[in-house]
C-alpha cells in the first residue's frame, strides 16, 4: 500500500476509499495487514482519477463505466480503443471541452434554480462541484442545463411531477446503446490502424445520433396513432 501511494500520489485514506467503493480491485492478501498491489493498481487509479478530475464523471458512472469495461473488453482490445480514442481528442464532433462553468449563470439563462442543479445532480447526470465561489458544472455539459430548461418551459414543471431523474432513463438506454456499439467497433475495427478508424467514427457516429433521433420520434408517433 505504501509503495502504490507512492506511484500514484494519493494518501492511504483516498485508495481505502477506492478500493471500498468498487473502483480499484483489492490487492492479493499475504497476511493479516498487508497485500500485494500491482501495475494494474496504478493504471487503474490513474484512469479514476482521469475520468473523475479531468472528464468530471460522477463516482456512480465511474464505477458502472469500469464494471461493464473490465466485462467486455480485452487488454488489447482496451488498448485499441484508447488508441482510437487519443485519435479523436479533437474531432470536430466528439471532441471534448474541457474545464468547468459557473452554474449560476447557466441556470438563470435556462430559467432554472438551485433545486434543478441539486435534481440533475442527484441524478447522476451532472457532475456538481461546489466551491468558496460557487457551484460549478463541467463546461462539456453545459447543454443538459440548457435542454432541461426547454423541457420545464415545454411544460415538465416541478409541480406536475417532473424531476430530472425522469431523464435518467433515457441517459441509462443511451449508455447502454454506446456500449453495444463499443463491443461492435471492438469486434470489427479491430483490424484498421487506429487513425483510420478514429477517421470512420468522427463521420458514422452523428449519423447514428441522428438515426436514432429519427426512429424515437417515428416511434412515438406511431404509439399515438394507435392510441
Not at 74 to 100: I, N, T, W
Amino acid at each position: 500500500m505504501k509503495d502504490l501511494c507512492e506511484r500514484t500520489g494519493l494518501p492511504r485514506p483516498v485508495v481505502h476509499f477506492y478500493i471500498r467503493e468498487g473502483l480499484v480491485p483489492a490487492g492479493r492478501k499475504t497476511g493479516p495487514n498487508t497485500a500485494l498491489y500491482g501495475d494494474l493498481h496504478v493504471e487503474r487509479i490513474q484512469l479514476v482519477r482521469e475520468l473523475q478530475h479531468e472528464r468530471f464523471l460522477p463516482l456512480k458512472a465511474i464505477r458502472a463505466l469500469l464494471e461493464h469495461r473490465d466485462e467486455v473488453f480485452s487488454p488489447a482490445q482496451r488498448g485499441f480503443l484508447a488508441e482510437v480514442k487519443a485519435r479523436m481528442a479533437g474531432s470536430e464532433h466528439l471532441g471534448r471541452r474541457e474545464g468547468r462553468s459557473a452554474a449560476a449563470p447557466a441556470l438563470k439563462s435556462a430559467g432554472l434554480d438551485a433545486g434543478d442543479l441539486e435534481d440533475l445532480s442527484a441524478a447522476g447526470l451532472l457532475a456538481v462541484e461546489c466551491g468558496a465561489d460557487g457551484a460549478t458544472v463541467p463546461t462539456e455539459d453545459l447543454w443538459v442545463l440548457e435542454l432541461w430548461g426547454q423541457l420545464r418551459a415545454a411544460g415538465l414543471t416541478r409541480d406536475r411531477g417532473f424531476t430530472a431523474r425522469d431523464l435518467s432513463h433515457s441517459d441509462e438506454a443511451a449508455a447502454r446503446l454506446v456500449e453495444v456499439h463499443a463491443r461492435l467497433l471492438a469486434a470489427r475495427l479491430g483490424r484498421l490502424e487506429p487513425a483510420e478508424a478514429a477517421a470512420m467514427l468522427d463521420r458514422a457516429l452523428p449519423l447514428i445520433a441522428e438515426f436514432l433521433r429519427r426512429a424515437y420520434l417515428s416511434r412515438a408517433r406511431a404509439w399515438l396513432s394507435v392510441l
